[in-house]
């Protein structure tokens, strides 16, 4: 139940393209769903983030979408460009067990945008 | 936002020995958590450090394995202890700072022969 599935592993988008990364939760008192970027030897930086009251939330060119009665929720990379090649992680943020706020993070998706 | 500095940055170790990382954040932050990050792989928490109490383990991490300190607001050091070669990879740090935002370190990169 306090699973973040995410999909898919691996992706490879064309320069210009729309990249779009899926993920799907159980638990519902997860109520704070943010993405991370991750470039190769660094740590993960908080990229855009979303609550439940809203289906979408845009910051530039990320976009998350979001579907509470799915429990589903998408970041989608407008004009996806070389520099955005990066492992992304979705996440979900509640209070699960012992009254205090957990973070279960997805699998994460490599993304590859060639020129 | 907050900035993690973590020490070292990566490091090789013999098996048997011990690691200590250490996280400095330029603010003050109730909670502290420790990652491990393997290969490829997405993020584990070993364990919540909170300044002055007992760190929290999650299941599968142990304190005599993974000894954590915390002694200030600002400040935590993670152990890795009787180095083996599965204990090979990254450990990050993170502090959570207001409206529920989780910031990472650069990490540790660790390698055990």
């Known amino acids: 139940q306090q699973q973040v599935k995410q999909s898919p592993q691996s992706l490879i988008v064309q320069k210009g393209g729309i990249s779009i990364i899926n993920c799907a939760y159980e638990n519902t008192a997860f109520d704070y769903f943010p993405w991370y970027q991750q470039f190769p030897g660094k740590g993960p930086a908080l990229l855009i983030a979303i609550r439940p009251d809203v289906s979408e939330k845009k910051e530039g060119r990320f976009t998350i979408s979001f579907n509470k009665s799915a429990k589903q929720f998408s970041l989608h990379i407008m004009d996806s460009q070389p520099g955005d090649s990066a492992t992304y992680f979705c996440?979900?943020?509640?209070?699960?067990?012992?009254?205090?706020?957990?973070?279960?993070f997805g699998t994460g998706t490599k993304l590859q945008v060639i020129p | 936002s907050a900035v993690i500095s973590q020490k070292p940055s990566r490091d090789i170790c013999q098996r048997g020995t011990s690691l200590t990382i250490q996280c400095q954040v330029d603010?003050?932050?109730?909670?502290m958590f420790w990652y491990r990050q393997q290969p490829g792989q997405s993020l584990t928490l070993i364990a919540t450090?909170?300044?002055?109490?007992?760190?929290?383990?999650e299941s599968g991490f142990v304190i005599d394995k993974f000894p954590i300190s915390r002694p200030n607001l600002t400040f935590s050091t993670l152990t890795v202890s009787n180095m083996s070669p599965e204990d090979s990879s990254i450990y990050l740090c993170s502090v959570v700072v207001s409206h529920n935002e989780q910031f990472f370190g650069p990490g540790t990169r660790l390698t055990v022969l």
């Open positions: 603010s003050q932050v109730t909670m």
């Open positions: 450090a909170n300044q002055g109490s007992e760190a929290t383990y």
């Open positions: 996440a979900a943020k509640g209070i699960i067990s012992g009254g205090y706020q957990k973070v279960t």
